[in-house]
């Protein structure tokens, strides 16, 4: 039944006290939120033995995932167009660190840099595909740039099927596996504003979908994260009105963390991960329920 509480605001059958309509209002709503989980915990070997390859090493949650399987172990061999930054980023890292800086949507250069990485460390457990560009942002659709538009399929798509189709032989032949993309919530949903972003990562979604499908029985698992906005330099490089839109979808009503993210593609990509292919993981805050 319907009925007015103190504040003036409808209850459901009681339901909705004056304390968590007050939530549902500006600051207060943080009280309702769940904690962020930081990791504090000593870092485990999960990763012993094991060769990952991550492009968008450099900057964001391509860094951020580096330093965990790092962290965790593994041999990483970090991709990205940004050298400086890849050279500023892992000074401390030496061998288990091997970076290659190059441009991932020249096919040509990604299979020489596979051929050194296998002559380097003789296998390649792990793929993540993260490198990626939103493109401008904040047009509509008549207003694209197609140029824009193929560069960022060159970059978010193009570039992932190329990385997974030099390493896919190499899984293959050790019957083992584990290769992921960074998708996004842009992809299940549509962000408007983001028409070459948004297609290019349903692209990424369809793909995985594919792939999966196509390398279930050889011990090789091929899967997708969408996250929602996570506070990197992409989403610091987009305007205001943009990240605003996209954060206010958000039912905890925050960007997600750099941890977050590291710790789901950790699990994701370890031997642990043995019976999902062909999935797109959510870390949306609770918008994606499906
Ligand atoms: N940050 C978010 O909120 C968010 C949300 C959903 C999905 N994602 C996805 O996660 C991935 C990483 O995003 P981020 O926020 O960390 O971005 P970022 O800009 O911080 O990092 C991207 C990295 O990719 C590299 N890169 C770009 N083009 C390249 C190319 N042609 N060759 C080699 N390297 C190249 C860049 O130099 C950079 O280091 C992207 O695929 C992005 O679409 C991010």
Redesign the pocket.
Known sequence: MKQKNQNGETDYDGKINAANAQSLKGDNARVYTTEIFREESAPTNRFEGQVAVV?????????AISKKLLKEGASVAL????EA?LNKEYKAYKLKGRKFA????HESLIAKTINKIIGEFDKIDILVN?????GVANVTSHEVNTEDLHRVFE??FM?SFYMTKAILPHMLKANYGRILY?????GKEGNAGMLA?SAS?AAVIGMTKVQGKEYAETGITINAL??????????D?LPEKQVKYMTDKIPMKR??TMDEVANLVAYIVSKENSFTTGFTFDLSGGRATY
């Open positions: 492009t968008g090493a450099a900057s964001g949650l391509g860094l991709i990205d167009i940004n930054a190059l441009d991932i949507t993260c490198a990626g560009i939103t970059v978010n570039s960074l998708a996004s919530i842009a972003y990562k969408a996250p929602t906005v996570i506070k990197t330099p992409m989403v490089g960007c997600g």
